[in-house]
């Protein structure tokens, strides 16, 4: 009894997985001979499935090249060309003190009228139009101004930063902050 049972489990067992994946197609749509004779099924029989199976064909993901057939960019491609890419720069210098910010319209010291919306900040003795990647000690959080104006002139502080970039680092509720900052050239 054992051993029929045994040959009935590895018989099933190799039955359905042929019958899920098709295979019985390839043998012209017949049943083996350990399966139990089925009730005559109403559909007409299907045709045999070809003996060969196609190769498989490799997916790659979009590159920035056209296509041959269209000559046309794949859409990551096109993306990627309107994006501008972001200069790198490199540290020179590095600081920290206590910043804080304003926002009145005002000239500058670099002759254009001030914009508290612009990612601008104020120093003393930093070169105009200079990069500074500032970062708020209190959370972590930075930004990259560019120098335009001169100031501030409060002891400890050696930033005044534009009222945007304050809000960037998270500092407009505080009004003055810790910072740490970097002065950046291209590279």
Same mark, same amino acid.
């Given at each position: 009894?054992?051993?029929? *049972?045994?040959?009935? &489990?590895?018989?099933?067992?190799m039955?359905?997985?042929?019958?899920?994946? !098709?295979?019985?197609?390839? %043998?012209? !749509? %017949? @049943?083996?001979?350990?399966?139990?004779?089925?009730?005559? $099924?109403?559909?007409?029989?299907?045709?045999?499935?070809?003996?060969?199976?196609?190769? /498989?064909?490799?997916?790659?993901?979009?590159?920035?090249?056209?296509? /041959?057939?269209?000559?046309?960019?794949? +859409?990551?491609?096109? &993306? @990627?060309?309107?994006? +501008?890419?972001?200069?790198?720069?490199?540290?020179?210098?590095? !600081?920290?003190?206590?910043?804080?910010?304003?926002? $009145? +319209?005002?000239?500058?010291?670099?002759? @254009?009228? *001030?914009?508290?919306e612009?990612?601008?900040?104020?120093?003393?003795? #930093?070169?105009?139009?200079?990069?500074?990647?500032?970062?708020?000690?209190?959370?972590?959080?930075?930004?990259?101004?560019?120098?335009?104006?001169?100031g +501030?002139?409060?002891a400890?502080?050696?930033l $005044? &930063?534009?009222?945007?970039?304050?809000?960037?680092?998270?500092?407009?509720?505080?009004?003055?902050?810790?910072? @740490?900052?970097?002065? #950046?050239?291209?590279?």
């Open positions: 009894m054992r051993a029929c *049972f045994r040959t009935l &489990l590895i018989v099933s067992s039955a359905v997985p042929a019958a899920a994946t !098709g295979a019985w197609a390839a %043998t012209g !749509g %017949t @049943e083996s001979p350990t399966q139990r004779p089925r009730a005559a $099924d109403p559909t007409p029989s299907r045709p045999a499935a070809p003996t060969t199976t196609p190769a /498989p064909t490799e997916t790659s993901a979009p590159t920035a090249s056209a296509s /041959p057939r269209t000559g046309t960019k794949s +859409p990551q491609a096109a &993306l @990627e060309a309107r994006e +501008p890419r972001k200069p790198r720069y490199r540290v020179i210098d590095t !600081g920290a003190c206590q910043a804080s910010y304003y926002w $009145d +319209p005002q000239p500058t010291a670099s002759g @254009e009228r *001030f914009d508290p612009a990612l601008t900040a104020a120093h003393k003795t #930093l070169p105009m139009h200079s990069r500074v990647r500032v970062t708020n000690k209190n959370n972590g959080r930075s930004v990259v101004v560019r120098i335009n104006d001169r +501030p002139y409060i400890g502080r050696c $005044d &930063l534009s009222r945007a970039a304050m809000r960037t680092v998270g500092g407009t509720g505080a009004g003055v902050i810790p910072v @740490e900052y970097q002065v #950046l050239a291209k590279d």
